[in-house]
C-alpha cells in the first residue's frame, strides 16, 4: 500500500462548481499535511497547509480527519484556472520525509 | 526573491555519462532535498538533507549522490546516467520545522538517450 494516496481522477466539473478531493495516508505517525496545486510542466506550489481544526482560504478549504486517516480539499465555485493537479503531502513524526501522492487532476469546463 | 534555483534548465545526456544537477536557496532553509517526477508516479524522494553535513536517503536513491557542504547549495549527482533516470526533478527546501511547507525550484528536465 502506497504511504499517501490519491485518486487520479481527472475530475471534470462546470464553472461554479464545488468538487472536493480526498487524500488518504497510512502512517499514524504523520503529523504535518499539506495541499500543493502543480499546472502542467511547472513546479508545485503550496495551496495551503493542512491544519488539526480544518482551514479556509478564500474559496479553498482543508480539513484532517486522523482518525480515518485522509485529509480533503474542498474548492468552491470553481474557475477554469483552478484547472491543474492537486498534490497532497505528508510529513510524518521522527523524518523529515515529505511524502507526495500521485495527484488528482482537475478540469473545470467553461 | 530568488528563493530556490536549479540549474539547467534542460539537459541531453547519453547512456554512461555523469552530470551534476545544481540546486541553490537563499532562504536560509535547514532542509533540501531532490524529488524526480515521472508520469503517473508522482514526486518521488531521491535524497535529502537536514541540514549542512547531513544526508539521506529517500525512496529512489540509486544511482544518485549528494552532498551538503553548505546551507545554501544540495547538487544531486548521476554517476553514470541511464534511460531510466529521463526525468523532471526538482529541487525543494524549508525550514527544520515540521510546519513549513516546501519550497521548489522550477525544475531540471533531464533525458538520457
Known amino acids: 500500500r502506497k504511504e499517501v494516496e490519491q485518486d487520479p481522477g481527472p475530475f471534470n466539473v462546470p464553472e461554479g462548481a464545488t468538487v472536493a478531493f480526498n487524500c488518504t495516508y497510512s502512517?499514524?505517525?504523520?503529523?504535518?499535511f499539506f495541499w500543493y496545486r502543480q499546472d502542467c510542466r511547472k513546479e508545485p506550489k503550496l495551496l495551503m497547509s493542512v491544519y488539526s481544526s480544518g482551514n479556509e482560504d478564500g474559496r479553498f478549504t482543508a480539513q484532517l480527519n486522523r482518525a480515518s486517516q485522509y485529509i480533503s480539499l474542498l474548492i468552491r465555485d470553481s474557475k477554469l484556472s483552478d484547472s491543474a493537479t492537486y498534490l497532497c503531502v505528508v510529513l510524518t513524526s521522527g523524518t523529515y520525509k515529505y511524502i507526495f501522492g500521485t495527484g488528482t487532476r482537475l478540469k473545470v469546463l467553461a | 526573491n530568488a528563493g530556490v534555483t536549479q540549474t539547467p534548465k534542460f539537459q541531453v545526456l547519453k547512456t554512461g555519462q555523469s552530470m551534476t544537477l545544481q540546486c541553490a536557496q537563499d532562504?536560509?532553509?535547514?532542509?533540501m532535498s531532490w524529488y524526480r517526477q515521472d508520469p503517473g508516479m508522482g514526486l518521488r524522494l531521491i535524497h535529502y538533507?537536514?541540514?549542512?553535513?547531513?544526508?539521506d536517503q529517500g525512496e529512489v536513491p540509486n544511482g544518485y549522490n549528494v552532498s551538503r557542504s553548505t546551507t545554501e547549495d544540495f547538487p544531486l549527482r548521476l554517476l553514470s546516467a541511464a534511460p531510466s533516470q529521463t526525468s523532471v526533478y526538482f529541487c525543494?527546501?524549508?525550514?527544520?520545522?515540521?510546519?513549513?511547507?516546501?519550497?521548489f525550484g522550477n525544475g531540471t528536465r533531464l533525458t538520457v538517450t
Open positions: 502512517n499514524s505517525a504523520s503529523q504535518s
Open positions: 525543494a527546501s524549508s525550514y527544520r520545522d515540521y510546519n513549513s511547507p516546501l519550497h
Open positions: 538533507s537536514v541540514g549542512a553535513g547531513i544526508t
Open positions: 532562504m536560509n532553509h535547514e532542509y
